[in-house]
T-cell receptor, first 113, second 114 residues
Framework: GESVGLHLPTLSVQEGDNSIINCAYS??????FIWYKQESGKGPQFIID?????DKRQGQRVTVLLNKTVKHLSLQIAATQPGDSAVYFC????????????FGKGTLLTVNP | DARVTQTPRHKVTEMGQEVTMRCQPI?????VFWYRQTMMQGLELLAY????????DSGMPKDRFSAEMPDATLATLKIQPSEPRDSAVYFC????????????FGPGTRLTVL
């Protein structure tokens, strides 16, 4: 049938819970990965990044995990707050002289107070 | 604080009209990207520049879209003639073009073509 739009994966959590957002990437040559957060009406905003020579990186309340074997990336948000409600995108880059980021479709996170 | 700026923020126009969107990258950034975001397709790369030279415009419909960087502080995306299917939010992003390839996004231009 005809597509009526992107069916974003959605995740609904209670305030204070931990959130885990998953992303499968396609290019085994990708060596740099970023998570972006996009709030309604705004441009994507950088959250955290990780290079392929690492499997974990921590920021403030956020952790990114990279599993190159299965080409999987996850973003963990600790103690999720209402202000974390947004669409989250993972993006990958091959590195070298290729400066393009390839974005995933996004996950909508809703935090219930 | 340094940020990417885009003008206009909103544009409503009629089919067939020319549309020009402008972007001022962060000072010192040498890579500039144009993206289009729609509900149907998500975030798509249209074109990008490094040191003002176009590196890849394979995502852009060539017959009606054009992207330029007249100078290091200005990038433009032009649609002529515009069509209703061009309605979308257009984002500009800039970066340092290094291995750590974070791109900084502007607030976007919401285009509606009637």
């Amino acid at each position: 049938g005809e597509s009526v739009g992107l069916h974003l994966p959605t995740l609904s959590v209670q305030e204070g819970d931990n959130s885990i957002i998953n992303c499968a990437y396609s290019n085994s040559a990708s060596d740099y990965f970023i998570w972006y957060k996009q709030e309604s009406g705004k441009g994507p905003q950088f959250i955290i990044d990780i290079r392929s020579n690492m499997d974990k990186r921590q920021g403030q309340r956020v952790t990114v995990l990279l599993n190159k074997t299965v080409k999987h990336l996850s973003l963990q948000i600790a103690a999720t707050q209402p202000g974390d409600s947004a669409v989250y995108f993972c993006a990958e880059n091959e590195g070298g002289s290729n400066y393009k980021l390839t974005f995933g479709k996004g996950t909508l996170l809703t935090v219930n107070p | 604080d340094a940020r990417v700026t885009q003008t206009p923020r909103h544009k409503v126009t009629e089919m067939g009209q020319e549309v020009t969107m402008r972007c001022q990258p962060i000072l010192g950034h040498n890579t500039v990207f144009w993206y289009r975001q729609t509900m149907m397709q998500g975030l798509e790369l249209l074109a990008y520049f490094r040191n003002r030279a176009p590196l890849d415009d394979s995502g852009m419909p060539k017959d009606r879209f054009s992207a330029e960087m007249p100078d290091a502080t200005l990038a433009t995306l032009k649609i002529q003639p515009s069509e209703p299917r061009d309605s979308a939010v257009y984002f500009c992003a800039s970066g340092l073009g290094r291995q750590d390839n974070e791109q900084f996004f502007g607030p976007g231009t919401r285009l509606t073509v009637l």
